[in-house]
Nanobody, 121 residues
Framework: QVQLVESGGGLVQAGGSLSVSCAAS????????MGWYRQAPGKQREFVAS???????NYADSVKGRFTISRGNAKNTVYLQMNSLKPEDTAVYYC???????????????WGQGTQVTVSS
């Protein structure tokens, strides 16, 4: 298991920028990727972005070109820089981590408290 603690976020006007951060503890030696999900009120949690230890990234179509995911040197941290924010980006942002099982990356889904991002119009 891993423990994930998110920070950052806040309130910003549409078109603005925010960043969120996440630090993992616990079985961090087994982490192969880290990333972000988000959940808006009344909606299901959705994938936002991920980045492997090797640097491969994956983004949801809705955030491509606006959000940038990065990892810290220690590999147990992940950041999400969000630019050109839209009201529809409003959500609680959750960090996740993946471990390598065979040829697949399997998510831990040990969700933290998340951090609120609110974009006003």
């Amino acid at each position: 298991q891993v423990q994930l603690v998110e920070s950052g976020g806040g309130l910003v006007q549409a078109g603005g920028s925010l960043s969120v951060s996440c630090a993992a503890s616990g079985s961090i030696f087994s982490i192969n990727a880290m990333g972000w999900y988000r959940q808006a009120p009344g909606k299901q949690r959705e994938f936002v972005a991920s980045r492997t230890n090797g640097g491969s990234t994956n983004y949801a179509d809705s955030v491509k070109g606006r959000f940038t995911i990065s990892r810290g040197n220690a590999k147990n941290t992940v950041y999400l820089q969000m630019n050109s924010l839209k009201p529809e980006d409003t959500a609680v942002y959750y960090c996740n981590a993946w471990r390598r099982v065979g040829v697949r990356d399997v998510p831990y889904n040990d969700w933290g408290q998340g951090t609120q991002v609110t974009v006003s119009s």
